[in-house]
Structure formats: C-alpha cells, structure tokens
C-alpha cells in the first residue's frame, strides 16, 4: 500500500507565491511519474505539471513560466512552486503517484490540499 502526504498551500494575495509538496511512502519498489492536478469548484480535475524520474516535465500552459515541478528520487517527494499566482489559480491541488510496488503498479492520489489566491 502507497501513502500520500500533502502539505503546504493556504491563502495568498495575487501576485503572490505558495508552494505545496507530496511524500509518497509505503511499499514502493520505484517511482515513475509524479505531478500535481488541480480542481476548481464546478470544473473537472486538471493536469498543473508532472515530472518524470528522469526530472523531463510537462506543464499546462495556464502555468508555464510561473509554476515550477521538481522532485527528490532519495525522499520520494515532489514539490510545486508557484509564483506570481493569479486567482484563478484558486483551486484543490492534488498530487499523483505512478509507479510500481512490491507486487504491482499503483497510480496513488492524496487527499487534496487548497490553494487560494484572493485579495
């Protein structure tokens, strides 16, 4: 079994910058992609950024030059810096595990932490 731990988030002026982060444990046997996905009220989830283990990353356009992925393969962390956040931003942000346990592949999710951007 594969545990997400999200922290970080909170409330922000616009303009201003949050980071969140996400410690995957449990039976891991490796990591593949990781990412962070977000959910605003009456919308669907969307893909923010993911990052491979090879550190290659993929962001929404919505992000681009203001969001920054990265992640430790040692502490099986992924961390989201984001800057010159705008409100809508505001959003659910969750962060997705993929990768292989003891015995199968999992695709693990954590339980959501809020992101607001408001003056």
């Known amino acids: 079994q594969v545990h997400i731990v999200e922290s970080g988030g909170g409330l922000v002026q616009p303009g201003g910058s949050l980071s969140v982060s996400c410690a995957a444990s449990g039976s891991i046997f490796r990591l593949y992609t990781m990412g962070w996905y977000r959910q605003a009220p009456g919308k669907q989830r969307e893909l923010v950024a993911t990052?491979?283990?090879?550190?290659?990353?993929n962001y929404a356009d919505s992000v681009k030059g203001r969001f920054t992925i990265s992640r430790d393969n040692a502490k099986n962390t992924v961390s989201l810096q984001m800057d010159s956040l705008k409100p809508e931003d505001t959003a659910v942000y969750y962060c997705n595990v993929r990768g292989l346990g003891v015995r199968e592949g999992f695709d693990s999710w954590g339980q959501g932490t809020q992101v607001t951007v408001s003056s």
């Open positions: 990052i491979t283990s090879g550190g290659s990353t």
